[in-house]
């Protein structure tokens, strides 16, 4: 069972050139979440879908996009990559809506922009 | 914008003795929960606590919660070298989509 991956684990990139962070579960969830996670901070929620062919951004949307095109998979895109974007990532999925639910989180996505 | 903030941002103990962590929040919220982290891996919920509920325990976590206050508290009992990670609280609003971490706690429990 092996939840939710995420693909890859680390990732090295030069200013401007783009990449897609790739999300997988297993467990049916309707709900899926893409995060940042720089150092001293908390977590912050770039994208979310709540189902299949949705997506809508979260409090830090601004240079990636998303796409849910199956039940399974949410992906991750940044267009430009820029110095900014060098964070760990984490994907996550919930049954319902993650306020109400336990959050099931991958092992993250370590990106450097150089 | 950060809702829930955790004090204190570092602990340190022995093992054995108990951990307790607080997280403070700014407005209303449907219920509050607490994960932890491992270095290097993701998020684990630990426990969910709804905004009706005063107190709740799981194995050796208690949680409490004080809606009147905006806090919440959570406990560690006899704690193991295992226990070492990140605790974060996370707060929802009624709406539910958007869950709101605070920047954490670091616990190390020295053997």
Redesign the interface.
């Known amino acids: 069972n092996a939840g939710v991956t995420q693909t890859p684990k680390f990732r090295v990139l030069k200013t401007g050139q783009s990449m897609t962070l790739l999300c997988a579960q297993d467990m049916n969830h309707e709900y899926m979440y893409w995060y940042r996670q720089d150092p001293g901070m908390g977590l912050r929620l770039i994208h979310y879908s709540v189902g299949e062919g949705t997506t809508a951004k979260g409090e830090v949307p601004d240079g990636y996009n998303v796409s849910r095109l199956k039940k399974q998979n949410f992906l991750l895109g940044l267009e430009s990559a820029a110095p900014s974007q060098t964070s760990v990532y984490f994907c996550a999925s919930s049954d319902y809506r993650a306020g109400n639910q336990p959050q099931h989180f991958g092992d993250g996505t370590r990106l450097s922009i150089l | 914008?950060?809702q829930?903030e955790e004090d204190p941002q570092a602990l340190s103990i022995q093992e054995g003795e108990n951990a307790t962590m607080n997280c403070s929040y700014k407005t209303s919220i449907?219920?509050l929960?607490w994960y932890r982290q491992n270095s290097?891996?993701?998020?684990?919920?630990l426990i969910?606590i709804r905004s009706n509920e005063r107190e709740k325990h799981s194995g050796r976590l208690r949680v409490t919660l004080d809606t009147s206050k905006k806090s919440s508290s959570l406990l560690i009992t006899a704690s193991r070298a295992a226990d070492t990670a990140s605790y974060?609280c996370?707060?929802?609003?009624t709406?539910?989509?958007?869950?709101?971490?605070?920047?954490?706690t670091r616990l190390f429990v020295k053997a």
């Open positions: 914008s950060q829930g449907n219920n929960q290097g891996r993701g998020l684990v919920h969910l974060f996370a707060t929802a609003n709406g539910g989509f958007k869950t709101i971490f605070g920047a954490g």
